[in-house]
């Protein structure tokens, strides 16, 4: 069955510093999103992606944060200067239809 | 402001007895629901969902769950709790007409199961 991957699982970083989070939809999904979840609270919306732009964002995802379909099968999300509260847990989801299908998530532990 | 809720933040419940989360959504029109579940340290595994027709979905691992529109709600039961269902459970909504279909999600709900 088909599955939406991610990479790397855990990632930790100093504060400042760039990371790109890396995500691998499902082959045939159109539509792209990015989610986070800090630790103990609930899963907010980041941002959704569709034919190669940003279909809407959240007030989270704001100019240290972008996203990218660099080759067809990637979806990536850059923060530039990694702040302490973006310590998360951050899901990419895919979609052809209704149902979004969730990857295991990127633990990102910010130092 | 239009949201999700769950009134619960832990429930316990003793292991074979039965279980109801609740989850209630303030959006005018009937939205696609889903429900959720989070093994500690995992990912965020469907449990059912509900798009139109019959009120009452059933989903995997003996859960189901009735959208009642008359009380905006979207109730998950399960008649005999497992040690294992042990985990957190997020109730989502997909307002219908936006395009791009964001899901909004619940605080959760934290189900302790008790020998």
């Known amino acids: 069955e088909p599955e939406v991957t991610q990479t790397p699982s855990h990632q930790v970083t100093q504060m400042g510093q760039e990371v790109i989070l890396r995500c691998v939809p499902i082959s045939n999904h159109l539509y792209f999103y990015w989610y986070r979840q800090i630790l103990g609270q609930k899963v907010e919306f980041l941002v959704s992606f569709y034919n190669n732009e940003i279909s809407e964002k959240s007030e989270i995802f704001d100019d240290q944060f972008s996203v990218e379909r660099p080759d067809g099968s990637n979806f990536t999300l850059k923060i530039r200067s990694t702040k302490l509260e973006d310590s998360a847990m951050y899901f990419c989801a895919s979609r052809i239809d209704r149902e979004q299908f969730f990857g295991p998530g990127t633990r990102l532990t910010v130092l | 402001a239009q949201s999700v809720t769950q009134p619960d933040i832990h429930i316990t419940v003793s292991e074979g007895a039965s279980l109801e989360l609740r989850c209630n959504y303030s959006y005018g029109a009937t939205p696609y629901l889903f429900w959720y579940v989070q093994s500690p340290g995992q990912g965020l595994q469907l449990l059912l969902k509900y798009f139109s027709g019959d009120t009452l979905v059933q989903g995997i691992k003996g859960f189901e769950a009735e959208f009642k529109r008359s009380q905006s709600s979207f109730n998950l039961r399960k008649p005999s709790v497992h040690w294992s269902d042990a985990a957190e459970y997020f109730c989502?909504?997909?307002?219908?007409?936006?395009?791009?279909?964001?899901?909004?999600f619940g605080t959760g709900t934290r189900l302790l199961v008790s020998p």
């Open positions: 989502a909504v997909v307002r219908l007409n936006t395009g791009f279909q964001k899901l909004v």
